[in-house]
C-alpha cells in the first residue's frame, strides 16, 4: 500500500509543474496582447483589447497564487 503523504506531495507536484507551465504561457501572451495593442484602431477595437489583456492579467494573478498555495503545502507536507 502506498503511503498516503507520499502520494498527495506526489499529486501536489504534478499540479506545481503544471500550473507554473501555465504561468510561463499565461505572461508569454500577456507580451503577445501588448504587442499588437498598437493594430486596435476603433473605440470597440481597444475595449475588446483592454479586456483581453486585463483578464489575461488576472489568469496570470491566480496562477501566481495557486503556484505559491500549492508550494506553501507541499513545504508543510
Do not use: C, Y
Not at 479586456?51 to 494573478?61: C, R, V, W
Request: charged content about 35%; overall charge negative.
Amino acid at each position: 500500500m502506498r503511503d498516503p503523504a507520499k502520494v498527495k506531495n506526489e499529486v501536489l507536484g504534478r499540479l506545481l509543474a503544471a500550473s507554473l507551465r501555465q504561468l510561463q504561457e499565461s505572461e508569454e501572451f500577456i507580451d503577445e496582447i501588448k504587442s499588437i495593442m498598437h493594430w486596435a484602431k476603433t473605440p470597440r477595437e481597444r475595449t475588446a483589447m483592454n479586456i483581453i489583456l486585463d483578464d489575461q492579467n488576472k489568469a496570470s494573478k491566480a496562477l501566481v497564487r495557486l503556484a505559491d498555495d500549492l508550494t506553501e503545502m507541499i513545504e508543510k507536507g
